[in-house]
């Protein structure tokens, strides 16, 4: 099965924002992300629903929700503890199984049984699982 053809959702409210929106969440239900790419826009975000937090400070200047969500645009240096007011978390978004990787937009994620890696087309992003966060 094709996922990119199981998730993919075009924008059409706003195409200025991403031309693609691909939603996928981790096996175990823990990892949901995204994967958006537009000529204005294009960023890699995982959220966590249960995590024995790495970063124990909030971003500078934040005064959203932080701690869960995890960022990469696509010029960015190092992946992001984003600052976010909402979240990517859709119960009925795909499944990325153990092992496969999806790619979109130069972006690609990886899941694997520790948890899920994204990353731009540089290698910046960031790992995942609920023991440990790392951007790098």
């Keep these: 099965m094709d996922l990119r ?3 993919v959702l075009l924008l ?3 195409p200025a924002l991403a031309d693609e929106f691909l ?3 981790a096996p175990s239900g823990n990892i949901h992300c995204m ?6 826009y294009a960023q890699a975000r995982c959220d966590m629903v249960e995590l024995t937090p790495s970063f124990t ?4 200047g934040c005064d959203l929700d932080w ?3 995890f960022s990469v645009g696509l ?3 190092q992946g992001q503890l984003a600052c976010v007011g909402d979240t990517v978390m859709m119960p009925d978004a795909a499944v990325l ?6 790619t979109s937009g130069g972006f690609s994620c990886t899941s694997d049984q520790t948890g899920m890696t994204c990353t731009n087309p540089a290698g910046h992003g960031f790992s995942l699982s609920k023991a440990r966060q790392r951007l790098f």
């Design 97 to 102: 199984g153990y092992g496969n990787t999806l």
């Design 75 to 77: 010029n960015d240096s």
């Design 57 to 60: 400070k909030p971003p500078a």
């Design 67 to 69: 701690g869960s969500a």
């Design 5 to 7: 053809l199981a998730v």
């Design 12 to 14: 059409t409210a706003s």
């Design 35 to 40: 994967i958006a790419t537009g000529d204005d």
């Design 23 to 25: 939603a996928f969440r």
